[in-house]
């Protein structure tokens, strides 16, 4: 059996239960344009879920909630690299972390993804009839029709909280605790959502970086600022930020932008200099700058000259390049690295 179309004319909970009525065994996969979500079922029920977005950052995820170091990740990342394996697998093997612990998050961030797709306005998907290797999952059944009831609730409770926080590129700032310190009485989830603060991160990092679903994630930022705790400070305007850059850069050829590099004093071998000027390559439109910026601030995660960063924007007189830097230093402080063919599920 084959099924095809879009969310936009094809109801998700509609399709979810006719697999679930006809007891399918089969994978789901459902695209968006910066996502991709893979749903396995098995005689009817879900067993598992993935999505792009979260695989690729497996250990940053495991960092960020408390299961392993910081240490520990740096370190099984680079072996992951060299034995070309998954990080999940480095991880166990090196025993910084339990087969049963790993499983629990990965089953943990299968259930947040599928309630997360029930949120997506239009996207393609196709179904097809599948034998699966459930040995390789991790070892569980979600109830279709429970995941169904579930997701309508969320759903519905999620658009209350997102009257309170309509944008979800708000920046939260920490507040003062007051007398009653109640940052002790604060669930787990409200305390890693806590400790991601930083002054620049948006409402949309917190949830990503944590892992948390959207209607979890939107739940403990409104908590956070129901106890007084944090406080929204303002939009970043990123797309108003490119908008001017590219206005800026219609000027601009090839030859004044490796100038400006020279005058900035970054040599032809540096990193960050190569990242510029793939981000000037790829300024064709507001979408590909964004998209390229947000790519190589990835890259920079762990370069040496991401310092250089701050300076750079602070000292760089040219505007057409301040923005760009100002754009990839924002980008670069929030951590979203990118672990090719490293930080991958097992």
């Given at each position: 059996m084959s099924i095809r179309g879009n969310l936009e004319t094809f109801d998700l909970s509609a399709l979810l239960q006719v697999l679930a009525w006809e007891q399918k065994t089969g994978k789901l996969l459902i695209r968006s344009k910066t996502n991709l979500v893979q749903i396995f079922f098995q005689d009817g029920d879900i067993v598992f879920a993935t999505e792009s977005r979260k695989n690729n950052r497996l250990g940053q995820l495991l960092f960020n909630n408390g299961l392993i170091s910081r240490q520990a990740l740096d370190e099984c990342l680079a072996t992951?690299?060299?034995?070309?394996?998954?990080?999940?697998?480095?991880?166990?093997?090196?025993?910084?972390?339990?087969?049963?612990?790993?499983?629990?998050?990965?089953?943990?961030?299968?259930?947040?993804?599928?309630?997360n797709v029930f949120l997506w306005q239009e996207g393609e998907f196709e179904y097809n009839d599948a034998e699966l290797n459930i040995k390789s999952m991790a070892g569980k059944r979600f109830s279709t029709m429970n995941i169904l009831l579930e997701a309508s609730r969320r759903v519905d409770?999620?658009?209350?909280?997102?009257?309170r926080m309509p944008d979800d590129?708000?920046?939260?700032?920490?507040?003062?605790?007051?007398?009653?310190?109640?940052?002790?009485?604060?669930?787990?989830?409200?305390?890693?959502?806590?400790?991601?603060?930083?002054?620049?991160?948006?409402?949309?990092?917190?949830?990503d970086q944590t892992g948390f679903d959207d209607f979890t994630g939107y739940k403990v930022v409104n908590s956070l600022i129901s106890y007084g705790l944090v406080e929204i400070v303002k939009n970043i305007p990123g797309e108003k930020l490119a908008e001017q850059s590219l206005d800026l850069l219609q000027g601009i050829d090839g030859r004044q932008f490796r100038e400006t590099l020279d005058h900035m004093g970054l040599k032809r071998t540096s990193l960050l200099r190569a990242s510029l000027l793939r981000i000037f390559r790829d300024a064709a439109d507001i979408g590909r700058l964004l998209e390229s910026v947000r790519e190589e601030s990835g890259r920079l995660c762990e370069c040496p000259e991401k310092a250089e960063l701050a300076r750079l924007k602070d000292q760089t007189p040219q505007p057409f390049m301040k923005n760009i830097l100002e754009l990839l230093s924002f980008h670069s402080e929030q951590g979203h690295c990118i672990h090719k063919g490293a930080d991958r599920i097992s």
């Open positions: 992951s690299r060299k034995k070309n394996q998954f990080i999940g697998k480095t991880l166990v093997e090196g025993g910084y972390i339990s087969v049963k612990q790993l499983n629990e998050f990965l089953l943990k961030q299968a259930e947040n993804t599928i309630y409770e999620l658009e209350v909280l997102k009257k590129q708000a920046v939260l700032r920490l507040c003062k605790p007051d007398e009653k310190n109640r940052k002790e009485e604060l669930s787990a989830d409200e305390r890693l959502a806590l400790s991601m603060l930083n002054g620049n991160i948006t409402i949309r990092q917190v949830i």
